[in-house]
């Protein structure tokens, strides 16, 4: 797989929390780029799959893509390993595709409430978190 044109320091922290690893960025990147730059690091943008896990890419405190999108098909948001949206933390009135906008990506947006998440437009640049699994 290519580098990504820009990469981040190699002394990047990975956190570990219940099982995974976590890396929050320090730069901002669209969300392709985002999961692109996860991918590189043998992660992917962050799969948030209980309300522990939720609370947890909230203390970063970072406005920051996670691994969900509608790409695919509108109004069907999916992870990015397949797995359909089960435990949602939907901020008021999302997602809404604002303004017709396509918003087929998903940030924290609102990282000081369980309701947290906004689609958003993926070109947009965010900070974003990967997660590296470590299923035995
Ligand atoms: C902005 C964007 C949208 C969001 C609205 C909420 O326009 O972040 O994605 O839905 O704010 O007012
Ligand atoms: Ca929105």
Redesign the pocket.
Known sequence: MERPASVESEKAKWVYFSGSFYYVSTTKKSWHSSQYDCRWRGADLVIISSREEEEFTRMFQKRAWIGLTDRIREGSFKWVDGTALTRSCW?F????Q??G?N?DCVEI?NFDSERSW????CANENYWICEKNFDI
């Open positions: 901020r009135g999302e997602p809404n604002f303004k906008r918003e947006q906004n689609d958003a437009q």
